[in-house]
C-alpha cells in the first residue's frame, strides 16, 4: 500500500485551493443577484433575500470548533466541495421551476452554508500543511487567486451566461447611443406604434430607431423625472413590464419642486416590439445591455421588457441618460436581447457543477496528508460539549487577549472608513470637494489599477514577511497600510485633474494597503497557535470581520460633518491609537523565518 504524503509543493494545491475557496462566495453573493435581476425578481425581494444568505459567513465562528473536534481539515474540505457541486447541481435544475425563487434560495443556503464551511477547514489546513515560513511566503499567493476568484465570478461567469443568453432565443437587435455637444435635441414622443411599422414573416425585435442622438447637456431634474415617469406608467399599462411575474402597480410621480436646481444627465427614449404575433403562448422577455462603448451612457428604465401574444405590437420604451458629469461627446452601443434567459443560467450552473467536481477529484488526490491533522475529540477525550467550550475558552483565556483582540479592531481603522468614502469621493462634483470623475472612470480607476496595485502589495509583502519575519516587518508595514492615507489629503486639497496623477494616488494608496495587510494576516495565524487552530482562526476573521463593519458604519456621518478634506486628515490621525498597540502585541521574533532556530 502506498503511504500518503504529508506534504506537496504548495503551488500544486495553495492556489486551486483559494481559487475554490472564493467561488461559492462570488456565486451566493453577487451572482445570484444578476441571476435574479434577470429573472424578474424585483430589487426588494434580491436585497432582503440575497443578504440573508450572507449569514452563514457571519456567524461561522459558532460551528467552527465542530471543524477541529471531528475528522481532518483535508476531509472536510473534499466533503464541502462535493456538497457545494451538489448544491450548484441543485440550483441549475430548479431554475426553469415555477417556483424557483423559493427553490434556488434553499440550493444557495447550502452552498452558502457549506462554504463558509469550507473556509473553516481550507484556512485551517493551510496552517498545518505548510511551515510557518512557508505561511509567510505564500499568504500573497493565497489572496491573489482568491481575488482571482472574484474576477471569474463577477466577470467571467456574467459573460458566460451572457454568451449564453444572446445565442438562443430571437436575433439580437443592435441600438447605438450618441451623446455629442452640438446636435438637436430629440423630442420624447410615446406613440402607442411605431412608425413605418409593417408586420413580417420572421419572428424577431424590432425598434423605432437604431441610432438616437442625445445633446450632452443637463436638464432641470424635475423634468427628467417626468419623462421616466411618463415611460415606466406607459410601459405598465401595456403589460411590458413584469415583477415577479407579476405586473406591478402604476408608479408615483416623485414631487420635485419646479423651481428647484437639482440637475440630472440629457435623456432619450427608444421603442421596442415584436415584428409579428408570435405563435408560441409565452412571454419573450428582452433585457437591453450596453456591449461597448463609454460607460457614461446608460439605460435607467426599460432594461427588462416583456411581449407575448397580446401585447407584442404595443411599443415599450426604453429610457437613455447620459451621466451629468459629462462634458465632451461619446458612443454606447446597446444590445437588445431575447434570449432564454432560464435556459442560459442552467447551462451556467451546469458548468459551476462540474468545475467543483473537478476540485472535488483534484483535491481528493493532490492535499498532502499532514500528520498533525487529526481530530481533537478522540478517545479519552472530554465530550463534544465540553471540547466545544473548551475550543473557545482556551482562545480568550490566552495571554495577552485583550492586547490581540485590540489589534485585530484598531489596526484597520483608518482603511475601513477610507473604503466606504473612496469611491463617493471619487464621484462627487469638485464643488463640494470630490474629484468629479464619471463612473466608468471610477472603475477604470479604483476597481482595476487599484486592484492590480493591491494585488502587487499583498505578493510583495508576504515575499518580505517570508524572509525576515513578522516581527521584523510588522513596523513597516503598520506604515504602509496608513501613512498612504496622505495621498487622500493631497487629492482632496489640489482636486487633481490628471487621470494619471489620481490613478498614481490611487494605486498608491491600495499598494500600501495590499503590503500592509500581509502583517494582518499574519498575525491571525500566529494568535491562532495552538490545540485548536482551525477554530482560532476562524474566531480571528469574525473580529476581522467587525473590525470593517464598525468604523464603516459611522464613517459616512464623520465625512459629512467634517468635509473630505478634514475627513482624510481624521483618517491619517485615527493611525494613533494602532501605533501604541502595535508596539506592545506580543510576537515570536523568530514566527515566519525560514529554518527558524
Not at 59 to 86: E, H, N, Y
Not at 231 to 250: E, F, M, R
Not at 300 to 315: A, C, Y
Amino acid at each position: 500500500m502506498l503511504k500518503k504524503p504529508e506534504s506537496r509543493n504548495a503551488w500544486s494545491w495553495v492556489p486551486s485551493l483559494y481559487y475554490a475557496e472564493g467561488i461559492p462566495y462570488v456565486v451566493v453573493m453577487l451572482v445570484s443577484v444578476i441571476m435574479y435581476k434577470r429573472m424578474g425578481i424585483s430589487n426588494a425581494d434580491i436585497a432582503l433575500y440575497t443578504s440573508w444568505l450572507y449569514l452563514p459567513w457571519v456567524i461561522k465562528p459558532l460551528w467552527s470548533p465542530f471543524i477541529d473536534l471531528f475528522k481532518t481539515k483535508r476531509f472536510w474540505i473534499v466533503i464541502m466541495q462535493l456538497i457545494v457541486g451538489a448544491g450548484l447541481a441543485g440550483v441549475a435544475f430548479t431554475i426553469p421551476a415555477p417556483s424557483f425563487l423559493q427553490y434556488t434560495l434553499a440550493f444557495f443556503f447550502l452552498i452558502a452554508f457549506s462554504s463558509a464551511t469550507h473556509d473553516i477547514a481550507a484556512d485551517g489546513f493551510y496552517m498545518l500543511g505548510l511551515s510557518e515560513n512557508e505561511q509567510a511566503l505564500h499568504v500573497g499567493i493565497r489572496s491573489t487567486f482568491y481575488r482571482l476568484s472574484m474576477i471569474t465570478g463577477q466577470g467571467l461567469l456574467i459573460i458566460l451566461a451572457g454568451y449564453f443568453e444572446t445565442h438562443s432565443g430571437l436575433q439580437p437587435l443592435d441600438v447605438t447611443i450618441n451623446a455629442a455637444p452640438k446636435i438637436v435635441n430629440e423630442r420624447v414622443i410615446l406613440s402607442d406604434s411605431i412608425k413605418g411599422f409593417k408586420e413580417q414573416n420572421e419572428l424577431k425585435i424590432v425598434a423605432s430607431a437604431t441610432s438616437l442622438n442625445i445633446p450632452v447637456a443637463t436638464g432641470n431634474k424635475a423634468q427628467i423625472d417626468s419623462i421616466i415617469f411618463s415611460v415606466q406608467t406607459h410601459n405598465i399599462k401595456n403589460g411590458s413590464v413584469k415583477i415577479n411575474n407579476k405586473v406591478p402597480a402604476l408608479p408615483v410621480l416623485k414631487t420635485v419642486p419646479a423651481d428647484s436646481k437639482k440637475i440630472a444627465g440629457n435623456v432619450g427614449v427608444i421603442g421596442f416590439q415584436l415584428s409579428k404575433k408570435p405563435v408560441e403562448d409565452k412571454d419573450y422577455v428582452i433585457n437591453l445591455d450596453s456591449y461597448s462603448g463609454a460607460k457614461d451612457i446608460t439605460v435607467i428604465e426599460g432594461t427588462r421588457l416583456v411581449f407575448n401574444k397580446s401585447n407584442w405590437n404595443k411599443p415599450a420604451y426604453a429610457v437613455f441618460q447620459l451621466d451629468a458629469k459629462m462634458t465632451g461627446g461619446a458612443v454606447t452601443a446597446f444590445r437588445a436581447i431575447s434570449g432564454d434567459i432560464a435556459w442560459a443560467w442552467k447551462i451556467t450552473f451546469f458548468i459551476l457543477t462540474g468545475l467543483f467536481l473537478s476540485f472535488f477529484i483534484y483535491h481528493f488526490f493532490i492535499l498532502p496528508y499532514p500528520a498533525v491533522d487529526k481530530p481533537k475529540l478522540q478517545a479519552g477525550s472530554g465530550g463534544v460539549f465540553n471540547e466545544f467550550v473548551r475550543a473557545f475558552s482556551t482562545f480568550f483565556k490566552r495571554k495577552h487577549i485583550g492586547l490581540i483582540l485590540t489589534f485585530l479592531l484598531i489596526y484597520r481603522f483608518g482603511e475601513a472608513q477610507l473604503v466606504k468614502l473612496a469611491s463617493p469621493f471619487l464621484l462627487d462634483a469638485r464643488e463640494i470637494g470630490g474629484l468629479g470623475l464619471t463612473t466608468g472612470e471610477v472603475g477604470l480607476i479604483y476597481g482595476t489599477i487599484g486592484v492590480i496595485a493591491l494585488t502587487a502589495g499583498g505578493i510583495l509583502g508576504g515575499i518580505a514577511a517570508a524572509k525576515g519575519g513578522l516581527k521584523k516587518w510588522i513596523w513597516i508595514m503598520f506604515a504602509c497600510i496608513n501613512i498612504p492615507h496622505v495621498l487622500y489629503i493631497y487629492m482632496a486639497y489640489a482636486q487633481p485633474t490628471s487621470i494619471w496623477i489620481i490613478s498614481s494616488c490611487v494605486a498608491g494608496e491600495q499598494f500600501g494597503y495590499g503590503f500592509g495587510f500581509t502583517a494582518y494576516m499574519l498575525y491571525m495565524i500566529y494568535a491562532s497557535e495552538g490545540e485548536f487552530k482551525t477554530a482560532h482562526y476562524a474566531i480571528c476573521t469574525g473580529f476581522m470581520a467587525l473590525s470593517m463593519m464598525i468604523p464603516g458604519m459611522f464613517s459616512g456621518y464623520i465625512q459629512q460633518a467634517l468635509g473630505y478634506q478634514h475627513f482624510f486628515i481624521w483618517i491619517l490621525l485615527t493611525m494613533i491609537p494602532g501605533f501604541f498597540i502595535t508596539k506592545f502585541i506580543p510576537i515570536d521574533p523568530t514566527f515566519g523565518i525560514k529554518n527558524k532556530k
